[in-house]
């Protein structure tokens, strides 16, 4: 046995000292004589255009004014405004195109309707409840659409009532 794995072992590396590589060294001179194929030259960057602002007599936005005071814009404080205190409905987290009806619901003299989230969920939900992430309230259910009033910021600290509406079938806001 003490002998039998060195021979062994001898038996291996004779059998890997002669090898024909004829075929390996064809291979090598072929890829040798190919053509390189060009590289295509770098794409020339274009200079962008400079502009000087010319300020005139117009105060500089980066510097505070004279006395040390900003200027404040006007905040417009009037009109519908979301309640901060009321929680948030899951079908809030959602973007109001991103919901679908998909049926309503008689109940006990109610009417339900059926939403179906991006998530494949159904969900049950009934005028008065929020779903869309601009404070939409569902103001009535009808056959075919669910009515929705939200409120959309103006620009100025205000907001704005718009009209949306849900339909049976679409993943659309109007």
Same mark, same amino acid.
């Given at each position: ?10 038996? $291996? =590396?004779?059998?890997?000292?002669? @090898? ?8 090598? +001179?072929?890829? /040798?004589?190919? @053509?390189?194929?060009? %590289? ?22 980066? &510097? ?5 005071? *900003?200027? =404040?814009? !006007? ?20 973007? =109001?195109? +991103? ?7 008689? @109940?006990?003299? !109610?009417?339900?309707?059926? &939403? ?14 929020? $779903? ?11 056959? *075919? /659409? %669910? ?18 509406? $849900?339909? $049976?079938?679409?993943?659309? !806001?109007?």
């Amino acid at each position: 046995m003490k002998y039998i794995i060195p021979a062994a072992m001898m038996l $291996l =590396l004779a059998g890997c000292a002669k @090898q024909d590589m004829a075929d390996l060294h064809d291979f090598v +001179a072929e890829i /040798k004589a190919k @053509q390189p194929t060009p %590289i295509e030259p770098i794409p020339q960057i274009k200079q962008a255009e400079t502009y000087l602002y010319v300020g005139g007599n117009r105060r500089n936005p980066f &510097v505070p004014t004279e006395d040390g005071t *900003e200027v =404040l814009v !006007s905040q417009d404080t009037s009109g519908p405004r979301p309640d901060p205190n009321r929680r948030k409905e899951e079908l809030e987290s959602f973007p =109001l195109d +991103a919901l679908k009806m998909v049926g309503t619901l008689d @109940q006990n003299k !109610s009417v339900w309707a059926l &939403v179906q989230s991006p998530d494949g969920t159904i969900h049950r939900v009934r005028p008065g409840n929020y $779903l869309g992430q601009n404070d939409g309230e569902i103001v009535s259910i009808e056959e *075919e /659409k %669910i009515n929705v009033k939200e409120l959309i910021p103006n620009g100025s600290g205000g907001y704005l009532e718009r009209q949306a509406s $849900l339909t $049976l079938g679409e993943r659309d !806001s109007s």
